[in-house]
């Protein structure tokens, strides 16, 4: 089974940028569907993005529409989350996930495997 350790949060202005990295092993990198969650204190987690195997289409949250991209290296068994123009409600831990099916990719329970979470502060 895959998995999965995310790196690149850190602390940001609002309106600056970063860009998450998720780095997979020990498993077929493109046989999965990649996804982004992030949870902020005292909330639930919720969904950021998915992307398919290669990268073909993406799914994004209507709060970061037009803002954030993910994309995937499958060469490089990693999947990215570019974010730009960040608002202080970005806050939270970001988590990436996998599972191998194209369903639910909105609710956590659709992912089998996920890393452990990286921290993104905006400050205003």
């Known amino acids: 089974q895959v998995q999965l350790v995310e790196s690149g949060g850190g602390l940001v202005q609002a309106g600056g940028s970063l860009r998450l990295s998720c780095a997979a092993s020990?498993?077929?990198?493109?046989?999965?569907?990649m996804g982004w969650f992030r949870q902020a204190p005292g909330k639930e987690r919720e969904f950021v993005a998915a992307i398919s195997w290669r990268g073909g289409t993406t799914y994004y949250a209507d709060s970061v529409k037009g803002r954030f991209i993910t994309s995937r290296d499958n060469a490089k068994n990693t999947v990215y989350l570019q974010m730009n123009s960040l608002e202080p409600e970005d806050t939270a831990v970001y988590y990436c996930?996998?599972?191998?099916?194209?369903?639910?990719?909105?609710?956590?329970?659709?992912?089998?495997?996920w890393g452990q979470g990286t921290q993104v502060t905006v400050s205003s």
């Open positions: 996930a996998a599972t191998g099916r194209w369903l639910t990719l909105w609710v956590p329970e659709g992912y089998d495997v």
């Open positions: 020990g498993g077929t990198f493109s046989s999965y569907v």
